[in-house]
């Protein structure tokens, strides 16, 4: 007779990771791609800064492994839609898990490391 499957809790809530099954996934944490979207609004100020930002971010703490997409929401505004994007600029952090929303000029970069989980709270 078949088990039932397994239930998860309740959504939103994750199960801690042992560190036996991060070795068995053959995912380790300095290794993970991270896939990246930042909704801007055209050329405003902010938008540039936000752009100039995480670029940095990217190169210096993520050493090409990432994929950023930078979509401006006066030229594709479905995808802002579909996103819910209620500001901008807006970085949204796909994967790895837990997809992360940081808003704002992306000047603090304490907070987008904390942010993209690159760094733990001081």
């Not at 703490?61 to 807006?90: F, K, M, S, W």
């Amino acid at each position: 007779m078949k088990k039932p499957p397994k239930k998860n809790g309740p959504a939103g809530k994750r199960k801690p990771r042992s560190s036996g099954e991060m070795e068995q996934s053959g995912s380790h944490p300095l290794e993970e791609k991270y896939v990246l979207r930042l909704y801007i609004n055209g050329s405003t100020l902010k938008s540039t800064l936000a752009v100039e930002n995480i670029k940095q971010v990217c190169e210096q703490h993520l050493n090409g492994r990432y994929d950023l997409e930078i979509i401006d929401i006066c030229l594709q505004a479905n995808l802002a839609r579909d996103e819910q994007i209620v500001a901008v600029p807006t970085l949204i952090k796909r994967l790895p898990r837990p997809l992360q929303r940081l808003i704002g000029d992306l000047s603090d970069q304490n907070k987008v490391l904390f942010g993209l989980d690159l760094k733990i709270r001081e």
